[in-house]
């Protein structure tokens, strides 16, 4: 036998060994297996078809990348443990389990997000030959715990029959393989949770056994718009639902052989308590009201039901009746079913439902054994699902009685002025009330306003209707008072029920008369419409009073005294007035030159307190008058740094003034007061103004000046105490009367020069060149520069104490005339031009001439021959020669 026959019969005697013998197996569970982080975890591992003995041994292990392993755990070698993973195993954190003799459980006390991986089981070999497989691998998975619960009940008190809605919204990591599942339960006292409804987690839905019967009435509602939100709506809450609810999340994966749901993680959060108001607890009846009606009158009573969640409900309306004292049983009056369909009644009684709550019982011409005690009993009913409907709650109202007569409205009227006017445009007010009111049931009041100008006793006056309130609470205006009832001066209105007022905003002298007031009592016509009953008058009311007219006194006071220039001068003027009505004063300072003469408004004040400057427009003391309110009727005025201008007399001109009905000012009255004086004494230097001109007549082009000199004479002022207005004036050759001519160039205390533009023409400059001299250059004179020229001044002194300016008075030059020598200038202009340019031109023309003659006449002749010079002829022969 060669050598490769010998190595083939051992492989033909072990394949036949296998296939005769059965072959070891080790199993662990199918994977990969999820859990969550944090949780115990256990992995089973089972060994069959082996030989040897019962008891197998195990040994755990991870497979790392490549071939490589991480022992973990041994049933039999104490030193199979890998060192880094001894700490572990000596805390019992990985631990192993005998389930049997074969079989062996890998233990994780808390399992880590770094236990994730491949684990391998492996049994070392006990049969007699080596057949099957020795070890099995799982895949484990941890993941992390990020479940999350966030439980509301937006509304956790609700009435019988409304929704309760329960939300969950449950937010978790994605993770591959593991579904989600919601659970809301319910817990009533101290008893257990129970489960409601279960959501997941393949998308099916499990109802609780208690809540079966609802679902099958689509009790419920399932509310997933996404985002991990769960929602479950509760329809047609029950007093059974009351208690407090709470959300369960549950995380599941597939695992094992058959792939079934296994629960790796659950979370539950208590959601709150819900309260469901019975409506047995808020459900009110009552009817109104009670009532009193005439024979063949129309009863009508209201039953007012009033219950939480009341849109939800089915309302069954039964009106009952029994007699007066009571004795009798109810009586059903009608029925009206929570279908809305009549069950009991008559012709004669009618109901009807106004809205959701009130149902109107309407019984026509009523007799007077209608009389009686009438109440409404109602019955709410519920929907529960599939058409059916349960009784919530019955009540019945407490009766209202119902008495019929014959009775006719009977009542007092009284009229009463609480405003009566003291003057003319005086505001009146009447009231008239109606009081006592009997047996008016449904009717209406009306009233009428009368006015007669005689006195009560005197009868042969007829009297005016103003207005009247029909019974519909319409205005009818009288014929003579249209137009004041229209323009809104007189005011009919009704404030109460039983009160009418009557007001006249600007009572007239021609009111002024007696008052009545007619009230009408108005009932339902048995045709239609309305029909009186009864009038009844009020004692007349007498409107009067005594026309006054409106008087109004001013006195004004010297409050300080202008004893030199530039000090202060203040005035009071205390206002009286009488027979005016909430008055506004307005007031006007008017001062005076000479007394009697032409006075000129300085400020005013007006009734709204505004100040104005009036005929006050000197820029420079725009702020040295004033003029304010100091008291209830009082005004003071004052003037600072008064000046010899300021002397006079000044007083205040006052006007009283009253509002109308559109709140608009009108004028009452106007006085003045007496005159007061400022007459200080002018002590200061006198100043006097001369002009002088270098040259009276000058030639066109020429420049001329002319000095406007001041002089002072007395006590001379210090150096800058005094300054002056400077203003030149020209009046033209031919103008007699040039009054109010504005000056065309001016210089003020300041030193700035304006010019004014009056004459475009005139170049002119001005100057200072001392203290009280100043020079006038008008250049380029011309034809319209002739004329008279004059200058004006107005001193300033500043006064040492006040350091106030205080102005004098103006000061005005004698003329002088300027002269431009322009007559014969003009007749000579024309001849001298003309001749120089005659001149001019001869003169080129004879130069022209005198070069041309001499240019012809000198010139050399060919046809003659010069003489030689050094030939010696006869001077004779020369002379015939030549």
Known sequence: M???TGLFQPCILCLALVVVCESRVVKVPVGPLVHVEGQAVSIRCDVSEYDGPRDQEFEWSMVLTGDQQLQLISTFDNTYTDPSVRDR?????????????????????????????????????????????????VELKVIGDSLKLAPAIP???????????LRCNATRGFTEHTFLSVTWSIRKGKNPLVEILTFGPDDKIVVGSNYVQRNSDSGFQLDLRGGGFYGLVLKGAQPTDQGEYACTAREWVRQGEGRNWQKILERTEEMGKVLVTPTAQSLVVAVEKNTTLNVEDTLNLTCKVSANGLPSLSLEVMWLVRSVDGSSSPRVLIHIGHDGLLQNGSEAVGVSRVNAGNFRLLLHKVEVSDSGLYSCLVKAWLPQGNG????????????????????????????????????????????????????????????????????????????????SLNEHGALITGSEYQQRLERGEIVVTRREPN?????????????????????????????????????????????????????LHVVAHRVREASTGGSTFEMSCQVTGQSLQSPGYSVLIRFEKILGGKSRKVLSLSPDSVLQLEEWSEPSRIDSVVLEKTGQLEYRFRLYGAMVSDRGFYYCDVTAWTRDKSQDWIKAVSAESNKIEIAFADTGPLFNISIRSDANKVLPGETVKMKCIMSTLGTTPSTGDVAFDIRWFQRPERAVDNGGITPFISMDRWGVVKKTGSNDSTQCSLERTDRQTFVLSVHKTQHGDVGEYYCTATPW??????????????????????????????????????????????????????????????????????????????KLMDLEID
């Not at 509304?155 to 809605?165: A, H, L, N």
């Not at 009038?535 to 007498?542: A, W, Y």
């Not at 002269?819 to 340019?837: A, C, D, T």
Request: charged share 20%; proline share 7%.
């Open 89 to 137: 195993v000596k805390n019992a954190d990985i631990s192993y389990s005998k389930l049997g003799d074969a079989a062996v459980e890998l233990k994780f006390k808390k399992v880590r997000a770094t236990d994730s991986g491949v684990y391998r089981c492996s049994t070392p070999s006990t049969d007699s030959v080596f057949s099957g497989n020795y070890n099995a691998d």
């Open 2 to 4: 060669d050598k490769r």
């Open 155 to 165: 509304k956790p008190i609700v009435s019988e029959g409304e929704s309760v809605e």
């Open 797 to 874: 002194l500043l006064s040492p104490s006040t350091g106030a300016w205080t102005k004098g008075q103006d000061l005005t030059s004698a003329p002088v005339f300027l002269f431009v020598n322009i007559e014969l200038w003009e007749s000579l202009k024309m001849p001298v031009g003309y001749g120089v340019v005659a001149a001019v031109i001869a003169g080129l023309l004879s130069v022209l001439l005198g070069l041309a003659v001499a240019h012809c006449c000198f010139s050399r002749n060919p046809m003659h021959t010069p003489r030689p010079r050094n030939q010696k002829l006869p």
């Open 388 to 467: 059916r409907w349960y009784q919530a709650a019955e009540k019945t109202s407490d009766p209202v009685q119902v008495l019929v007569t014959h009775l006719e409205p009977q009542f007092k009227v009284t009229l009463e002025a609480p405003l009566t006017p003291q003057f003319t445009s005086d505001p009146t007010e009447l009231r008239c009330q109606v009081t006592d009111l009997l047996h008016l049931q449904d009717g209406h009041l009306g009233v009428s306003w009368s006015f007669s100008i005689n006195t009560p006793g005197d009868a042969s006056k007829k009297k005016s209707t103003i207005a």
């Open 499 to 551: 009160i009418f007022t009557l007001r006249v905003l600007q009572t007239r002298d021609t009111d002024m008369g007696s008052y009545f007031c007619t009230v009408t009592a108005w009932t339902p016509a048995r045709q239609g419409g309305w029909e009186k009953v009864t009038d009844v008058q009020s004692t007349p009311v007498i409107v009067q009073w005594s026309p006054k007219m409106p008087v």
